[in-house]
């Protein structure tokens, strides 16, 4: 149980093209969902936390028109990457929030977004 | 808000050897504690949670890590060693009050033959 998908695992987009990416959970149902970034062997550093039904609270530094997040149902957060750039090439991962307990987070395979 | 330190950030090893990861937090009330993995190539994966109860805490592929609270740690180990266990290792922690998570700076393990 608890399975988070993402879709694209892996994408190739051009300068100032927008490339959409989706979290799915597929066997539970997330009222929360949180994006990461990760950049090539460092941390993840959180981006926001997107709750079904509202919007998505984003962290400090993180441009919220840039990076577009929608959770429209229990089971689907999309985070759109607007007008990318080359500095916007990273790996984006999505964890779901647990049903039985909200402190726990279960992880999605990652996107691996170049942007040339 | 929270921070989580690692401060091993690469630890090579010899198969057979014991393992300890360093993790300390700061953060003075009630902590969740997590240790993931990530495989070359692979998601994270979750080895160990500490929520509340014993402070030493077993977790999946012969794992443990014990929460400190004195001393704000929650140190992963592990006896001995296996080549498969290559991988890099994240610490994180969240509040009581929110689920959001705050990842350590990462530990990348390299065990040899």
């Known amino acids: 149980g608890a399975v988070v998908s993402q879709h694209p695992s892996r994408v190739i987009c051009k300068s100032g093209t927008s490339v959409k990416i989706e979290c799915r959970s597929l066997?539970?149902?997330?009222?929360?969902m949180f994006w990461y970034r990760q950049f090539p062997k460092q941390s993840l550093m959180l981006m926001a936390t997107?709750?079904?039904?509202?919007?998505?609270?984003?962290e400090q530094g993180v441009e919220k028109d840039k990076f577009l997040i929608n959770h429209a149902s229990l089971t689907l957060s999309t985070l759109t990457v607007t007008s990318a750039h080359p500095e916007d090439s990273s790996f984006y991962i999505c964890?779901?929030?647990?049903?039985?307990?909200?402190?726990?987070?279960?992880f999605g395979p990652g996107t691996r977004l170049t942007v040339t | 808000a929270q921070s989580v330190s690692q401060h091993n950030h690469h630890v090579i090893l010899s198969e057979a050897a014991s393992l300890e990861l360093g993790c300390n937090y700061s953060?003075?009330?009630?902590?969740?504690l997590f240790w993931y993995v990530q495989y070359p190539g692979q998601h994270l994966q979750l080895l160990l949670k500490?929520?509340?109860?014993?402070?030493l805490v077993k977790g999946i592929k012969g794992f443990e890590a014990e929460f400190i609270k004195s001393k704000f740690s929650f140190n992963l180990r592990k006896p001995s060693v296996q080549w498969s266990d290559t991988a890099e290792y994240f610490c994180?922690?969240?509040?009581?009050?929110?689920?959001?998570?705050?990842f350590g700076t990462g530990t990348r393990l390299q065990v040899t033959l």
């Open positions: 964890s779901a929030g647990g049903q039985e307990n909200r402190y726990e987070q279960y």
């Open positions: 066997d539970f149902q997330a009222t929360t």
């Open positions: 997107s709750n079904e039904g509202s919007k998505a609270t984003y």
């Open positions: 953060y003075g009330g009630t902590v969740n």
């Open positions: 500490y929520f509340s109860g014993d402070p």
């Open positions: 994180a922690v969240n509040t009581g009050t929110a689920s959001k998570l705050t």
